[in-house]
């Protein structure tokens, strides 16, 4: 990870200027049989009023991204635009759940409020349970239809 910033102005008008960035990045999340590998991250300044933002990250054979932009402007509540899109990536992978993601969602913020918007397809899922409760009843077949978003 390589980052360089300075900060100046005051709490409600901050001024940052710089750069972060991680290159090469890896995590394992053991609880969900998660491997996220190939990460990429960076946060840099255009200006002295701006935060722009981009990531992205591997998993099973899925890709997922992010970027956005910060207006630094505390009496405005730090409006901010993010926008997360990816194709099957693998969101768990453990024998009782195994889940491929593929998002396309932005959040708005402002002042007064968040808005989440977009679609979140799920292109795959298998849930096994480990052991029924002997309170359980016969189970009877339960068909999920789920409508796939095409483009």
């Given amino acids: 990870m390589d980052a360089g910033f300075q900060f100046s102005g005051t709490l409600a008008a901050p001024q940052v200027r710089g750069e972060a960035t991680l290159a090469d990045g890896a995590a394992d999340i053991p609880a969900l049989g998660l491997q996220v590998r190939d990460i990429e991250a960076q946060i840099k300044t255009p200006d002295l009023s701006h935060l722009r933002y981009h990531a992205k990250a591997s998993s099973g054979d899925g890709l ?23 194709e099957n ?16 969602l932005t959040l ?4 007064t409020k968040t808005r989440l ?7 795959y899922a298998q849930l096994r349970l480990r052991e ?3 309170t359980a009843t016969k189970a009877h077949p339960i068909w999920w239809w789920c409508r796939l978003a095409s483009r």
């Fill in 64 to 86: 997922l991204q992010l970027e956005g932009e910060t207006l630094l402007d505390a009496s405005s509540g730090l409006p901010s635009k993010l926008r997360l899109w990816g």
């Fill in 89 to 104: 990536w693998v969101a768990t992978d453990i024998p009782e759940a195994r889940l491929w993601v593929s998002p396309d």
């Fill in 108 to 111: 708005n913020r402002d002042s």
């Fill in 117 to 123: 918007e977009g679609e979140l397809t799920i292109p």
């Fill in 132 to 134: 029924l409760p002997e």
